[in-house]
């Protein structure tokens, strides 16, 4: 499945071919008025949808400002209190540099109800895994809902969508998440009831009967077909087990055939009966309805399976979905293996010591009023170097991965430059708001050549010298990045789109 970040632009009409084809196998799926509705409801525009951030902004007071200023007609998403539609807006959503600095991240309202199925109540410094995590949106959210405390492992086995994954966290300012590149079926076998939640947002046919940027429908034959649904099941069965007994897993698609849904659950719980139990889930969904399927033609299934949710576009208007949480009850006969072993050392990393930590966190106190050391005991992080760089690294990583081979791990701090310590674009992007110092607010008039990317002439009040590294502010109070104080100008330290 391709799972593409979404843009602010309304859906393509899908080619006739595709739609029809998927329109003939799941039309008998429904009642006569059923059928009506959802025929009704493709002639409908999808509207574009943003999650906002909450590691750097008040969601609610955020959604009301950027719909201000930017003229949205918005409406809330039932399922997730961070999420909305924009039914109109003055120009596309992916413009504002909230976006582009991760205050939010556009995604379709169905995407957003995986993570939200979750329960992380109890949960201080929760494990997760995103067996397939790319390109990160999902993984965005998991980050969102356990405040970036603990650790998410967020793999992906293509290594081509490794990148966009990298590039979606950063932006986001995940700090707790280490990206690994596997197939997702070892790491039941690898890591046996280790993880209090796992996600499952599966490779699938994308039969979801509405086609985006990311999500083209397309003809799909049966044996294709047949081929997703075992991989898919061999995945779940790695999720149930890496997940420890009590914990969670959610195992979503974006496509409505269901081989690919109602049919993989009934094929683990027939092969694990008594291992775990598929969760309701009306209480989730704004007290809409929407069960899963009890037979498919001549198939039947596990009477379990209509407690998942299957989203049919006329429920939300949304594309077509489908979710399940599933609770494990008992252990899984899994035959462990051992997983692979690269120390991070070995990578050229290494713990910085109390001292030096204590040194950097007192210069980035005393620049920007940043409250280091107490934000760092919270989220379980700490000071590693490599090379001239400093990280930001989740210590949940440290305690049961350490040999672990990782595509990215942490969220880097700045670099070392003979200058001084130069703070990163994405430290300054998490935490800018909170500080109290070091910080250059941008008069009106210089608003758009910033966002342009270009220099600011002229001086700036107060007692910044220059050289300093600044975090730099509209008149409203919104972040628009870094600068560096030089002679007479504030270099623009803004980096270059990459999405």
């Given at each position: 499945m391709s799972k593409s970040k979404r843009s602010g632009k309304r859906a393509p009409v899908p080619q006739a071919a595709p739609l029809e084809s998927?329109?003939?196998?799941?039309?008998?799926?429904?009642?006569?008025?059923?059928?009506?509705?959802?025929?009704?409801?493709?002639?409908?525009?999808?509207?574009?949808?943003?999650?906002?951030?909450?590691?750097?902004?008040?969601?609610?007071?955020?959604?009301?400002?950027?719909?201000?200023?930017?003229?949205?007609?918005?409406?809330?998403?039932?399922?997730?209190?961070?999420?909305?539609?924009?039914?109109?807006?003055?120009?596309?959503?992916?413009?504002?540099?909230?976006?582009?600095?991760?205050?939010?991240?556009?995604?379709?309202?169905?995407?957003?109800?995986?993570?939200?199925?979750?329960?992380?109540?109890?949960?201080?410094?929760?494990?997760?895994?995103?067996?397939?995590?790319?390109?990160?949106?999902?993984?965005?959210?998991?980050?969102?809902?356990?405040?970036?405390?603990?650790?998410?492992?967020?793999?992906?086995?293509?290594?081509?969508?490794?990148?966009?994954?990298?590039?979606?966290?950063?932006?986001?300012?995940?700090?707790?998440?280490?990206?690994?590149?596997?197939?997702?079926?070892?790491?039941?076998?690898?890591?046996?009831?280790?993880?209090?939640?796992?996600?499952?947002?599966?490779?699938?046919?994308?039969?979801?009967?509405?086609?985006?940027?990311?999500?083209?429908?397309?003809?799909?034959s049966g044996r294709e077909q047949a081929a997703l649904a075992h991989r898919q099941a061999g995945l779940l069965e790695s999720a149930l087990g890496a997940v420890k007994v009590g914990g969670q897993v959610v195992y979503s698609t974006c496509t409505l055939s269901p081989e690919e849904d109602e049919g993989v659950l009934d094929v683990l719980l027939k092969k694990f009966p008594r291992a775990f139990q598929v969760d309701p889930l009306d209480s989730r969904l704004g007290g809409q309805s929407a069960p899963g399927l009890l037979a498919d033609g001549d198939l039947s299934f596990d009477p379990a399976v209509r407690n998942a949710a299957r989203l049919w576009p006329q429920l939300f208007g949304t594309a077509g979905f489908f979710a399940a949480r599933l609770t494990k009850l008992a252990p899984l006969p899994v035959v462990r293996q051992p997983p692979p072993a690269r120390p991070l050392d070995r990578t050229g990393f290494a713990p910085l010591g109390r001292r030096e930590a204590a040194e950097v966190l007192a210069r980035l106190a005393q620049t920007y009023g940043w409250e280091g050391p107490s934000i760092l005991e919270q989220a379980g992080l700490e000071i590693w170097q490599r090379g001239s760089n400093f990280y930001l690294m989740p210590q949940r990583y440290f305690q049961q991965f350490s040999q672990l081979p990782v595509q990215s791990l942490g969220l880097q701090l700045g670099e070392q430059t003979p200058d001084g310590l130069l703070p990163s674009h994405e430290w300054v992007a998490r935490y800018g708001m909170h500080f109290t110092a070091g910080i250059y607010k941008l008069p009106a008039e210089h608003l758009s050549a910033w966002l342009r990317g270009e220099d600011i002439q002229g001086s700036p009040e107060g007692n910044i010298l220059p050289g300093s590294i600044v975090a730099v502010f509209d008149e409203t109070g919104q972040l628009l990045g870094r600068g560096k104080i030089l002679a007479g100008r504030l270099k623009n330290l803004l980096p270059g789109r990459v999405f």
């Amino acid at each position: 499945m391709s799972k593409s970040k979404r843009s602010g632009k309304r859906a393509p009409v899908p080619q006739a071919a595709p739609l029809e084809s998927a329109l003939q196998r799941f039309s008998p799926l429904l009642s006569a008025e059923g059928l009506k509705a959802l025929l009704e409801e493709l002639e409908r525009p999808v509207y574009p949808s943003l999650r906002a951030n909450p590691l750097k902004c008040e969601p609610q007071s955020a959604l009301e400002a950027w719909a201000g200023r930017y003229g949205w007609q918005t409406r809330p998403v039932p399922y997730c209190a961070d999420g909305r539609w924009v039914l109109s807006s003055a120009a596309p959503i992916s413009q504002p540099i909230e976006h582009r600095l991760g205050f939010y991240y556009i995604q379709d309202a169905a995407s957003m109800l995986p993570v939200e199925l979750f329960d992380f109540d109890g949960l201080a410094d929760p494990l997760m895994l995103d067996l397939a995590a790319s390109p990160g949106g999902k993984t965005t959210h998991l980050v969102s809902r356990s405040a970036d405390r603990g650790l998410v492992v967020a793999n992906d086995s293509s290594q081509e969508r490794i990148t966009a994954l990298r590039i979606v966290l950063q932006n986001w300012g995940a700090a707790s998440c280490a990206v690994t590149h596997f197939p997702g079926e070892k790491f039941g076998a690898w890591y046996p009831e280790t993880f209090d939640r796992v996600l499952l947002d599966a490779p699938c046919s994308m039969q979801g009967l509405r086609s985006s940027e990311g999500h083209a429908m397309r003809l799909i034959s049966g044996r294709e077909q047949a081929a997703l649904a075992h991989r898919q099941a061999g995945l779940l069965e790695s999720a149930l087990g890496a997940v420890k007994v009590g914990g969670q897993v959610v195992y979503s698609t974006c496509t409505l055939s269901p081989e690919e849904d109602e049919g993989v659950l009934d094929v683990l719980l027939k092969k694990f009966p008594r291992a775990f139990q598929v969760d309701p889930l009306d209480s989730r969904l704004g007290g809409q309805s929407a069960p899963g399927l009890l037979a498919d033609g001549d198939l039947s299934f596990d009477p379990a399976v209509r407690n998942a949710a299957r989203l049919w576009p006329q429920l939300f208007g949304t594309a077509g979905f489908f979710a399940a949480r599933l609770t494990k009850l008992a252990p899984l006969p899994v035959v462990r293996q051992p997983p692979p072993a690269r120390p991070l050392d070995r990578t050229g990393f290494a713990p910085l010591g109390r001292r030096e930590a204590a040194e950097v966190l007192a210069r980035l106190a005393q620049t920007y009023g940043w409250e280091g050391p107490s934000i760092l005991e919270q989220a379980g992080l700490e000071i590693w170097q490599r090379g001239s760089n400093f990280y930001l690294m989740p210590q949940r990583y440290f305690q049961q991965f350490s040999q672990l081979p990782v595509q990215s791990l942490g969220l880097q701090l700045g670099e070392q430059t003979p200058d001084g310590l130069l703070p990163s674009h994405e430290w300054v992007a998490r935490y800018g708001m909170h500080f109290t110092a070091g910080i250059y607010k941008l008069p009106a008039e210089h608003l758009s050549a910033w966002l342009r990317g270009e220099d600011i002439q002229g001086s700036p009040e107060g007692n910044i010298l220059p050289g300093s590294i600044v975090a730099v502010f509209d008149e409203t109070g919104q972040l628009l990045g870094r600068g560096k104080i030089l002679a007479g100008r504030l270099k623009n330290l803004l980096p270059g789109r990459v999405f």
